[in-house]
């Protein structure tokens, strides 16, 4: 009989999501195995068009020190600043964003490096709490040739 040619007319669909034996465990999403409940998956550069996240977590990537930041290791970056510390940004690629939280455990100050051209609003680099124990809120957005500054919050 052969195999049927599923692109015969555009009535026919294919189905993006089989689940396996295990019923809500895993499922196929494509050619991407992704796991369902409490796993942790990567599903690559997906496309996600009209979605709604219920109830989500991010990771917080702790560090200590001068610190280049990496996105791969999350969008939610807690920098401990115990001496006067670099904060080195990962060069501006379009649609990026991400936060630096800086908590001190020291009266240091910060010096921001990196980001391909890094712009803050006004044209001036924001001055630091700097207060053991206190905490400031960074958010950072790209267009692919800057980074933008701007403070969520300080002297938390």
């Given at each position: ?7 015969a ?57 001068n610190?280049?930041i ?9 920098v ?15 649609g ?23 712009r ?33 919050g300080?002297?938390f």
């Amino acid at each position: 009989m052969g195999v049927p040619n599923i692109f015969a007319n555009a009535t026919t669909s294919i189905p993006l999501v089989q689940l396996d034996q295990n019923f809500a465990t895993n499922a196929t999403l494509g050619n991407a195995s992704v796991g369902l409940g409490n796993t942790t998956t990567t599903v690559g550069n997906l496309t996600l068009t009209n979605t709604t996240v219920v109830n989500y977590t991010e990771t917080i990537q702790a560090t200590t020190g001068n610190v280049t930041i990496s996105l791969a290791n999350g969008t939610f970056q807690n920098v401990a600043i115990n001496a006067a510390t670099t904060i080195t940004l990962p060069a501006s690629v379009s649609g990026k964003s991400f936060t630096v939280m800086a908590s001190y455990t020291s009266n240091s100050t910060i010096t921001w490096a990196g980001g391909t051209t890094l712009r803050w609003a006004g044209g001036t680099t924001p001055t630091p709490t700097a207060v053991n124990g206190k905490v400031d809120i960074f958010n950072f957005y790209q267009d692919g040739t800057s980074t933008f500054g701007a403070i969520y919050g300080q002297n938390f």
